[in-house]
């Protein structure tokens, strides 16, 4: 299977933003799946990540309260909602299947999109 992230662009700091994760090639809903992102000069780090079941969620704390991240099975998306957005989330957002023990444990990485958000 083959994951696309979208939905990035150039923000405004206090903006919101969708990203979407589409699957091709194969089915997401049996996998528990993360965003991640990079800064520039940084490692890329955990964001987000949902069960395959949908009933468990997991956030970075400097995310919570402001990001959320749903699936939509059949339409093999996986989506982060992100409001509020501050120049530190600025990076590459890459979404990714995670194992289902350890959810901010990436296995397979996806395209990214860009964020950027001005201040």
């Known amino acids: 299977v083959q994951l696309q992230a979208s939905g990035g662009g150039l923000v405004q700091a206090g903006a919101d933003l969708r990203l979407s994760c589409t699957a091709t090639g194969g089915t997401l809903s049996d996998y528990s799946m993360g965003w991640f992102r990079q800064a520039p000069g940084k490692e890329r780090e955990f964001v987000a990540a949902i069960t395959w079941t949908g009933i468990m969620t997991k956030f970075a704390d400097s995310v919570k309260g402001r990001f959320t991240i749903s699936r939509d099975n059949a339409k093999n998306s996986v989506f982060l909602r992100m409001n509020s957005l501050r120049s530190e989330d600025t990076g590459v957002y890459y979404c990714?299947?995670?194992?289902?023990?350890?959810?901010?444990?990436?296995?397979?990485w996806g395209q990214g999109t860009q964020v950027t958000v001005s201040s």
């Open positions: 990714a299947r995670v194992q289902d023990t350890s959810i901010s444990s990436p296995i397979q």
